[in-house]
Structure formats: structure tokens, C-alpha cells
């Protein structure tokens, strides 16, 4: 019989988590304690506790390319840069293509997973849910914690002096929707990360004045790369990313931050990294600049202290008048429905192989998808995730020993810290594509460049040189999908769409560069004429 399998969540995570389940012929159950699939990416008015949370605003940092799942392209006429509305469609296409709701029990909450007496011998775990005031309890084979972690809002009240004193209105971004009802005020955004951002541009154009406070300044990056493609199909290739691995930290940092301050001076804006050797992820913002251009936005350095109406910055500078503060101060998670024993937090952080499974499980039945953050798309990366656990599930891929994956959590854990540096915003972060290689090829699904460059070199030349997408990891191996080849080589088409809205007249006589291109050749024909003639 097939192998049961509970999945927590029916966000990003724990669809594409069904889908692998059902691809590999395991009985998947979705538990989803809302009445709706969707996640962090399903805006609702109200915040609701045990839930993710975003403002009505909110448009992907990365991609439809770069997003998608790796056998299901989205429509070509989507935008490159989806609203959070847009692509909630697009999970519901996905959803009702392969048939997915019908394995999701909605109003179900998870209230505990735990082993079964027998797991060491089974593997198998009991899980208690709740729903319409009843608990059910079933067995499972497997566990997949799809449950995300942008839920627990982290509040540092404690490390903000005086903010007892403050007169005014101050509340987490979790709590944010809409400009609506900021109009004429002061408002200060504590935080330089994207939600930061965003909610600080966005209310620039309403209120009177918005200050925005960060501790380390951050690089600021526009969605619009090169020729006006998405940023992420230039950044995010196999070539740059061996590139960044093999040069010095002190070139690769000379030239990171050469190629950021193209697009404008970080440190005549304020925005400065002070922890330049780090490589932390980038703001993603087409407006802050233009908005600190204008003065809607000024730039502060970090609060040292509150007064009634009034807030102090570590410069002894002061700011009066203060009416509003927004903490966009990141978020913390947990798991309330799991032992400590299983799955432990501590200092916000959790010791888990390749950031997914326990490693003191006698069998390896239980994995978190989605705990982590790439420097690059959560999708692919929580798709490849879910792959490779349900092939876990099967005894299809095995792990190594206990000692073995301890010794590579805290190695993984020392490279995190050299790299990242130990903010609490960085715990999770990890590289991008080595991370989906590392994935993919526990799984056979790596796709081999040089043994492509000998049967198919125009596909090798795309794979190293083009964007590293999800459609890689579907040509070979486990779910080898025979339209990867046709999608790696028509994504630009896909982009293009949505750009093209407006008919041109097509262009009479020769194109320019074509015209150019045959001068060129006659140039060289009669220079080669008369080198005979010479002789």
C-alpha cells in the first residue's frame, strides 16, 4: 500500500509539497487550519493569529521565470513581477491542473505530531488535529512541516529605550495593509530590509514626512537588470555564481559593490553597508531611491531612545513630532504542534540537515519545507526540498549517519556566519544555486553541463551561461520532464509577452545591425581585393 504522508500547510510549501507526494505515488493529507490555499501569499484584510500576514501592495522580488514550478511554466502574458493576488492564481492554475485541493482537509488545524511507540522499528508518527471543535487523530508514514516562517512577529520592544513613554501609535509591519489612514502624518520605519521598503515608499506618497532607521544600511537593487530584464535572469546564472565562489572575498566585494552603485551612490543616500564583506541579501526597490531623491524619505541611523513625542538617533540627532512607528523587525517561528525533542528552536535557530531534517530521528519520516532563505527564489527551492524528502520517504534516497549530518549542520552553520554574518535576518540564508545543486544531486536530478556540451552544446551553453531556473532540474533523473528543453529555450518569449502591449511598425529596408554586419563583410572583401592586387 502506498506510504501516508501528513502535510502541514497548504501555502507554496505544502502544495508543492502534494504534488511530489503524488508524483512519487505516495497518500498525501494536507492539513490547512484556513479555509484557503495560499499562505504568506493570500492577503486578507484582518491579521489572524497562527497565520502569515502581508499588505495588500506586495509584488514578488523575483521573477515568474525564476519562480515557477519546474514543470508548469506560468502563462506567458503574466507580468514579469507578480502581485501577491496574480500570483495566487497562478497556485490556483497549479492546484486545480493537477488535482490538488482534493487531498486538502481546510478549518483543520495540526495541534500535535508525535512518534508512534513503535518508530524506531515503523517510523511512523500520530498526528491530532482539530476541526469544527473535534479532534481526530490518524498515522502517518511521513511528516512534511510546510507551515512557513513569517508567522511570530519579532518584537524587540526591549532593546528600544523610553518606548514605553511614546505617545503614539507603534505596532509590527505584520500589521500593516494600506496607506489608507497615514495621510499627513510623521511616521518613522525601523528596519532596511524589503517589507521596510516598501511599506516606507508606499506611505511617503500619503503622509507628511516618513524617516526610515537602519542599524547597517543595506544595498538597495532594482527589479530591472540589464536590457530590462529581471534581475535575477542576469544574477542568478552558473558562470557568475562559480565566478563568485572562485574569486577573492576582496574582489568579488570590490566588484559587487561596483556594479550596486551604478544605478546610484549608496553612500551619498545613507544607505551604505557598514558589514561590506558580508553577502547579505540586497533590498529589491524601484522607488526608495527616487523617493529619498525627492526628501518624501529621509534616511536615520539606528533609535537610541524614545520620548513621548519625540525619537533620538544613535547620531544625536532627534526627530520631533513622531505620531506613528512602524517595526519591520523580521519575524521568529516555532512549531507549537511539535515536541522540542523533534524539532528544537533555540535563539532562533533550528539544527536541521541541508535545513530539513531532524538528525537524531531513528528514521528519517519527518522534513520541514520552506525553512529556509535563499539568496534567490523560495519556489524552486522549496519544490526541489519537497522532491527529495518524499524520495527520502520511499528509501529511495538515503541519509548519512547521525555524526555525519551533525558535522555538516555546524560546518554549514560556520560557512553561514562567514558569509552572512549573525544577525537574526540571516540565520536562514543560504546561496542559491549551490544550494539547488546540492538538492538536486542527492536525488540524480543535477543536470551534467559536460556531458551536455558533447550531445546537445546549445543547451550546455544555456545551462552555463543563461538564468539558472527550476526547468534545469527536470532534465534528467528522478522526474525528468520532456518539455525542460523547450522551456529553458522559449523563457524569453515568456518575458517579452507581457513587455509587448503596444504593436510597432515593423521596421522598412534592413535592420540596422544586419546593414552593418554585411558592410563589415564587403569592407574586409575589398581590403582583401586590393592586398592581391598589391602583390
Known sequence: MAKKVA?????????????????????????????????????????????ASIYQSVITNTSKEMSCFSDFPMPEDFPNFLHNSKLLEYFRIFAKTFDLLKYIQFQTTVLSVRRCPDFPSSGQWEVVTE???????????????????????????????GIERFKGQYFHSRQYKRPEGFEGKRILVIGIGNSASDVAVELS??????????????????????????WDMV??????????????RSALKWMMERQINQWFNHENYGLDPENKYLMKEPVLNDDLPSRILCGA????????????????FADGTAEQDIEVVIFATGYTFSFPFLDPSLVKVEDNMVSLYKYM???????????????????????????????????VFKG??????????????????????????????????????DYLDELAREMGAKPDIFSFLLKDPKLAVNLCFGPCNSYQYRLVGPGRWKGARNAIFTQKQRILK???????KAPSGLPVALLLKILGLLAVAVAFLLQLRWF
Open 131 to 161: 476541526s469544527q471543535g473535534e479532534e481526530h487523530s490518524a498515522v502517518f508514514d511521513g511528516v512534511l512541516v510546510c507551515s512557513g516562517h513569517h508567522i511570530l512577529p519579532h518584537t524587540p520592544w526591549e532593546a528600544f529605550p
Open 205 to 230: 506618497r500619503k503622509a507628511a514626512q516618513v524617516f526610515i532607521s537602519t542599524r547597517h544600511g543595506s544595498w538597495v537593487m532594482s527589479r530591472i537588470s540589464e536590457d530590462g530584464y529581471p
Open 7 to 51: 502535510v502541514i500547510g497548504a501555502g507554496v510549501s505544502g502544495l508543492a509539497s502534494l504534488k511530489c507526494c503524488v508524483d512519487e505515488g505516495l497518500q498525501p493529507t494536507c492539513f490547512e487550519r484556513t479555509g484557503d490555499i495560499g499562505g504568506l501569499w493570500r492577503f486578507m484584510e484582518n491579521v489572524e493569529d497562527g497565520r
Open 235 to 248: 544574477f542568478h546564472t552558473r558562470f557568475s555564481s562559480a565566478l563568485r565562489n572562485i574569486l577573492p
Open 357 to 391: 531534517f531532524p538528525p537524531h530521528l531513528e528514521k528519517p519520516t519527518l522534513a520541514c519545507i520552506g525553512l529556509i532563505q535563499p539568496l534567490g527564489s523560495i519556489f524552486p527551492t522549496v519544490e526541489l526540498q519537497a522532491r527529495w524528502a518524499t524520495r
Open 498 to 504: 507581457p513587455l509587448k502591449t503596444r504593436a510597432l
Open 297 to 312: 524619505i529621509q534616511v536615520k541611523p539606528r533609535v537610541t531612545e524614545f520620548r513621548e513625542t519625540s525619537v533620538v
Open 396 to 433: 529511495l534516497c538515503a541519509l548519512p549517519s547521525e555524526r555525519t549530518m551533525t558535522m555538516d549542520i555546524i560546518k554549514r552553520n560556520k560557512n553561514r556566519i562567514d558569509l552572512f554574518g549573525e544577525s537574526q535576518s540571516q540565520i536562514l540564508q543560504t546561496n542559491y544555486i
